[in-house]
């Protein structure tokens, strides 16, 4: 599915330039604009990113599925 129409470029073309960027061991953060140059293209109206921000997010943590959740911390009650 197309995501960005300014670049005409799809939600898989993203989830692959955010996964190079996080497998490159000297690569930089995944950010909309990294992202972007990455591709060699440059945002040009930014509608569009929530949703890039959205998937390159979304790749990110599905790297990490196995690992369960850290439990929530307890609130601890006042005691009189």
């Given at each position: 599915?197309?995501?960005?129409?300014?670049?005409?470029?799809?939600d898989?073309?993203?989830?692959?330039?955010a996964?190079?960027?996080?497998a490159?061991?000297n690569?930089?953060v995944?950010?909309?604009?990294?992202?972007?140059?990455h591709?060699?293209?440059?945002?040009?109206?930014?509608?569009?990113?929530?949703?890039?921000?959205?998937i390159?997010?979304?790749k990110?943590?599905e790297?990490?599925?196995?690992?369960?959740?850290?439990?929530?911390?307890?609130?601890?009650m006042?005691?009189?």
């Amino acid at each position: 599915m197309i995501i960005c129409s300014c670049n005409v470029l799809s939600d898989k073309q993203l989830r692959e330039a955010a996964e190079e960027m996080r497998a490159d061991p000297n690569g930089k953060v995944p950010t909309p604009g990294a992202v972007f140059r990455h591709l060699g293209c440059r945002p040009r109206c930014g509608s569009c990113f929530p949703s890039v921000i959205d998937i390159i997010h979304e790749k990110g943590s599905e790297v990490g599925k196995d690992v369960e959740p850290a439990p929530a911390p307890q609130k601890r009650m006042a005691s009189r």
